[in-house]
């Protein structure tokens, strides 16, 4: 019996330094190539940054319009995902029975098993169908991209909302039963504010998952060089997908070391967020606590 607790016990360590080991090679050798590529040039090339910034002239060559692009798409992914995916996460764990929560739990299974390439597939046939239908001018734009991406990133949603609730001590509900109070005011005023810390981690991983697309974007709207968003029906550009299109056309050093630095932001920006979001969970976990 020891024998076999020391062996898991050095199984997990050893799968922890391989993960481990794993990534800061990844973020080393990114940090590396990436760098000394990271400065003013990288964002707005020879642009001025208040010009570049305010859109009074454009950037070519640096990644401001892509940056500002990504946050753009993600406002829209979230714009469209968040309320569909944290009701629909809050009705399983709260109000539906054990039938639908089976055949809403199945849905939401194979909507999370789909690749990001058939959903961008998808999302071109849509417009196609919707040129021959209801909007002969349509194309590939933001909101495409975004509708897309918020299909993608609802699964993610719906099963941290479920989970984060669904993992609450039973003592709430019977506290809340016991004051008289209905299941709509108990979810409103009881469940959702105690979980929200997970659910608010729900929201971060679906934000991260929507930001580091590629195959989704590149074939509902995302392009080389759209400049600033002009709007939800517009091209755009982003991140992900100049990286992507870096890698394939590079034609020097110069512009592979853009690229590097390109995806260390990238990352950056992911980091940041993700820190934000433990920032921010542990305020609402010292707030519902009362401490």
């Known amino acids: 019996m020891r024998v076999r607790e020391l062996s898991l016990t050095a199984l997990g360590w050893a799968s922890f330094a391989f993960v481990a080991g794993g990534v800061l090679s990844l973020i080393g050798f990114l940090a590396a190539r990436g760098l000394p590529a990271l400065d003013l040039e990288l964002f707005f090339d020879d642009t001025p940054v ?27 992914t979230m714009a469209l995902a968040l309320l569909p995916g944290v009701c629909c996460g809050v009705y399983l764990a709260c109000f539906a029975s054990p039938r639908e929560r089976e055949w809403i739990g199945a849905s939401v299974d194979v909507l999370a098993g789909i690749p990001s390439i058939v959903m961008g597939l998808f999302g071109l046939e849509l417009i196609i169908v919707l040129r021959r239908t209801f909007v002969p001018q349509g194309t590939t734009c933001l909101l495409l991209a975004g509708f897309c991406l918020a299909l993608l990133v609802l699964p993610t949603l719906i099963t941290a909302v479920r989970a984060a609730i669904e993992a609450l001590p039973a003592r709430l509900s019977l506290t809340a039963d016991a004051l008289g109070l209905t299941k709509a005011q108990t979810v409103r005023r009881l469940l959702v504010p105690a979980a929200a810390p997970g659910i608010l981690g729900g929201v971060i991983l679906a934000m991260g998952r929507a930001m580091e697309d590629t195959a989704v974007i590149m074939l509902t709207g995302a392009v080389a060089n759209a400049g600033l968003p002009a709007g939800l029906t517009a091209k755009f550009e982003a991140l992900p997908f100049r990286i992507y299109y870096t ?25 940041t967020l993700i820190a934000a979001a433990k920032a921010l969970q542990a305020r609402l976990s010292h707030k519902w606590r009362g401490k």
Do not use: C, H, K, N
């Open 50 to 76: 208040w010009d570049a910034v305010l859109g009074l002239r454009p950037v070519w060559d640096g990644i401001w319009p892509a940056m500002a692009g990504t946050l753009s798409l993600l406002a829209v």
């Open 247 to 271: 890698a394939a056309q590079y034609t020097g050093p110069e512009q592979l070391a853009r690229g590097f630095g390109t995806a260390l932001f990238l990352l950056l920006m992911s980091e």
